[in-house]
């Protein structure tokens, strides 16, 4: 039987045997929410780098430079991580450059997967029917804080063990633990988190919109996939089945 995982940091990840698994990347509060935004609303690519310095290097290439650390955007870039920045229309075509505190290590740190796709729950059903027909095992990989544990990614997590319901084998505890706490929190995800400690800082960031958005089930329907250096919006060619 197929099985599934969750690698709770990236710090983690050389645990995880990658060459014949899908990963999806969890970056809840906000960058797999923003990707998965950005490629809803027509951006045609994103490259997700590491440094600053790539960035802005990038950004003197032409692409579009988005800088986030800390949860607040950096000066001298063009935009920061917010979900709601990534729907400008006129992004439309356009390639950005992104890098985060967490989701763009996470998402470099998940090359040599099978296939590396982007979760949220503004994607959570579309992800949901594309993972459940996979031939292959699943790791769920959350991007934390700097290494460690976060809630919101873990609880995510949980939603895609409960969504799946025992179409995978859990490779370890872990699936259990966040398939747990989501049963405890699912009704009411934004009491659950409101003592996180991202939450904290969104939040005297005055940014409880952008928790708020990223909280939301189903507003899009695509599947950003990593292929490469960029991230894309998953086309039919790109499926596993
Ligand atoms: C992260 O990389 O952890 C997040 O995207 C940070 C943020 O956007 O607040």
Redesign the pocket.
């Known amino acids: 039987m197929k099985k599934i995982d969750i690698c709770l940091s990236p710090d983690l990840i050389h645990q995880y045997d990658l060459a014949s698994t899908v990963v999806v990347v969890i970056?809840i509060?906000?960058?797999s929410s923003?990707i998965t935004t950005a490629m809803a609303h027509g951006v045609k690519a994103i490259r997700p780098v590491e440094s600053l310095s790539e960035c802005r290097e990038l950004k003197l290439k032409g692409h579009i430079g988005a800088a986030?650390r800390?949860?607040k955007k950096v000066g001298g870039f063009d935009m920061?991580?917010?979900p709601f920045s990534f729907m400008n229309p006129e992004l439309e075509d356009t390639k950005i450059a992104l890098t985060?505190?967490?989701?763009?290590?996470?998402l470099k740190k998940s090359k040599g997967a099978l296939q590396v796709i982007i979760g949220s729950f503004l994607n959570y059903s579309a992800l949901l029917a594309y993972l459940e027909r996979l031939p292959c095992d699943l790791l769920l990989h959350c991007?934390g804080?700097k290494g460690t544990v976060n809630l919101e990614d873990t609880l995510f997590a949980g939603a895609i063990i409960y969504g799946l319901k025992q179409m995978f084998e859990y490779n370890s505890d872990v699936p259990l633990m966040a398939l747990n706490l989501y049963k405890i929190a699912k009704n009411d995800l934004k009491s659950a988190i409101q003592d996180s400690s991202?939450v904290a800082?969104?939040m005297n960031l005055g940014l409880e919109k952008?928790i708020d958005f990223c909280l939301k089930f189903d507003e899009y329907k695509v599947i950003p996939v990593l292929k490469g250096n960029y991230i894309t919006k998953m086309k039919l060619p790109d499926m596993l089945f």
Do not use: C, Q
């Not at 985060?100 to 996470?106: H, K, Y």
């Open positions: 970056d509060l906000r960058a923003s986030e800390g949860g920061g991580n917010s985060t505190t967490n989701g763009t290590i996470t991007a804080w991202h800082r969104l952008d």
